[in-house]
């Protein structure tokens, strides 16, 4: 629904989309002092300002041109705040896919790194009768070294058992 009017300077209308307004003098349809050349934004800086047209608030931008003609912009803020909120819920959403992907993804890699611990952990507690543990599909990493001591540890003290009961015999 944007506006577009190329005005002269006598803020008569000398292009619209809307052939409604062509021709007509725009400083009585709507109070816009740049119009008759009172702003600044009618002497070139762009600036933007708001006013009620056609019973809307829009946003306003008059550019002046050559030989004293000025291109006037109206963008209802309806429009840009629309826009704004769409915008304002898409990254609401990414955010949350985001958060929840990299909190699903850390647990993964966690439970990854701490199940052969507990494992290791779950044999050293059961000492009552101690077993070697399996180490095929154990990394060569810190967590292999402990699988691999404790295998040792087991194979000494099952071999001290053995010689304990072998010299009562």
């Not at 007509?24 to 349809?29: E, T």
């Not at 060569?140 to 099952?158: A, P, T």
């Amino acid at each position: 629904n944007t506006q577009v009017f190329l005005i002269d300077g006598g803020s008569r209308v000398i292009y619209s989309e809307n052939p409604e307004y062509q021709g007509r003098d725009l400083s009585g349809l709507f109070p816009y002092s740049s119009l008759s050349g009172s702003s600044q934004t009618a002497e070139g800086d762009g600036d933007l300002d708001i006013l009620l047209f056609e019973g809307k608030e829009h946003l306003v931008q008059a550019e002046p041109l050559i030989q004293g003609l000025t291109l006037l912009t109206l963008v209802p803020t309806y429009d840009i705040t629309e826009q704004t909120g769409q915008m304002f819920r898409i990254i609401l959403l990414v955010l949350i896919g985001v958060l929840l992907a990299g909190t699903l993804l850390t647990a993964a890699f966690s439970r990854m790194i701490v199940r052969p611990i507990k494992r290791l952990s779950g044999h050293m507690m059961s000492a009552r009768n101690p077993q070697p543990i399996s180490c095929r599909g154990i990394a060569q990493d810190e967590v292999g070294i402990l699988y691999h001591s404790f295998n040792g540890l087991v194979d000494r003290v099952n071999d001290l058992i053995q010689e304990v009961f072998d010299f009562t015999q």
